[in-house]
C-alpha cells in the first residue's frame, strides 16, 4: 500500500521549510521531560516515525538537500542514521555507509574516540569504506551538543572523503552544536528548536 503525500506539502521541498511545514513536522515530535536524566527534555521522533505523511515529507526534503551536495555516499550515524540514512542513500541511487559503536563491524576499522560532556565515546567505520575524495553527507536524526557529529565528520576526513553535508532532521539551537562543525560542510536540519 503506497501513500500520497499532500502535494501542498511538496510544493518547496528546499531548506529552509515553510513555516506551516516546519509547524507540521514539529506537531509530530513529542517532548518527553526527565529523558534520559533530569532536567533533559528528549524530542522523541517516533511519532513522525510512524506518521506515513511526515516521514515520507521528512525523507524527501532530506533526499532533495543531499541531492543537491551531489554525493558518492550518505553515511549514517547509529542509531537513528541508520533509519533515514539508507532511505536517502536508495533515493539517490548511491551507497551508504554505517557509523557504528565499537564492536559492531566485522572487518578492520577505523575508530575515533571523542570527548562528552561526562566522559567519552568512540565511533568506528570500516577501513576502506571510502576513497580520498569521495562525496559524503553525514545524516543523523538530531544535532544536539555536535560531539557525535563532530567525531563522525572527523572519522571520515581520517579516511579522506570530503565531508560535503551534515543533515539531521531536527536542531537544538540553544546547544550550539552547529559551532562545533566545520565550517566547510552545509549543515542542515528540517527544524530548529
Known amino acids: 500500500m503506497s501513500t500520497q503525500v499532500d502535494k501542498s506539502k ?39 516515525l510512524k506518521d506515513v505523511d511526515a516521514f515520507t515529507f521528512a525523507i524527501q526534503a532530506l533526499t532533495e538537500k543531499c541531492r543537491s551536495l551531489n554525493p558518492k555516499y550518505i553515511a549514517g550515524i547509529e542509531a537513528r542514521g541508520f533509519i533515514l540514512g539508507p532511505i536517502i542513500a536508495y533515493n539517490l541511487g548511491v551507497g551508504f555507509i554505517p557509523i557504528r559503536k565499537p ?39 538530531l544535532l544536539a551538543t555536535g560531539g557525535t557529529a563532530g ?21 537544538l539551537a540553544f546547544l550550539e552544536g552547529r559551532s562545533k562543525l566545520p565550517k566547510e560542510s552545509d549543515v542542515f536540519a528540517l527544524i530548529t528548536y
Not at 30 to 47: A, H, V
Not at 151 to 171: P, S, W
Request: one cysteine or more.
Open 10 to 48: 511538496l510544493e518547496k521541498l528546499s531548506l529552509p521549510l515553510s513555516v506551516e511545514n516546519q509547524d507540521w513536522i514539529k506537531s509530530k515530535i513529542r517532548d518527553i521531560p526527565d529523558f534520559p536524566k533530569p532536567g533533559i527534555i528528549f524530542k522523541d521522533l517516533t511519532p513522525l
Open 103 to 141: 564492536g559492531k563491524l566485522p572487518y578492520e576499522v577505523q575508530k575515533l574516540e571523542y570527548a562528552l560532556e561526562y566522559g567519552t565515546d568512540c565511533i568506528e567505520v570500516h577501513a576502506d569504506a571510502v576513497e580520498k575524495n569521495d562525496r559524503v553527507v553525514l545524516i543523523d536524526d
Open 151 to 171: 567525531a563522525a565528520d572527523n572519522l571520515m576526513k581520517v579516511l579522506g572523503a570530503n565531508v560535503v553535508g551534515i543533515g539531521f532532521i531536527v536542531e
